[in-house]
Nanobody, 121 residues
């Protein structure tokens, strides 16, 4: 059973930093694109950024130059480093990954359970 488990959310003051982690576990053949999304109350889920298997990254304009996505292929874990956080970054953050499970020839998109990030003084 493949699953993504997130950690690292919490309460932080404006200007502060947080690092979110997303660990993929289970019988995995390969992971291609990994991404972070967020959803604030009353809004649609929006893309924060993605990282490909080759290491290419793309970010939403709202977080560019403040957030950084990285991945550790050895542990199937990827990260979202968030710096200079603003109140408008408050949301539930979700990770996802395109994974080929062992025994399958198909790639599926899996989602983490979400973690709350609150930026407030």
């Amino acid at each position: 059973q493949v699953q993504l488990v997130e950690s690292g959310g919490g309460l932080v003051q404006p200007g502060g930093s947080l690092r979110l982690s997303c660990a993929a576990s289970g019988s995995i053949v390969s992971i291609t694109t990994m991404g972070w999304y967020r959803q604030a109350p009353g809004t649609q889920r929006e893309l924060v950024g993605i990282i490909t298997a080759g290491g290419s990254r793309n970010y939403a304009d709202a977080v560019k130059d403040r957030f950084t996505i990285s991945r550790d292929g050895a542990t199937n874990t990827f990260f979202l480093q968030m710096n200079n956080l603003k109140p408008e970054d408050t949301a539930v953050y979700y990770c996802n990954a395109d994974i080929t499970p062992r025994g399958s020839t198909y790639t599926y998109r899996y989602w983490g359970q979400g973690t709350q990030v609150t930026v407030s003084s």
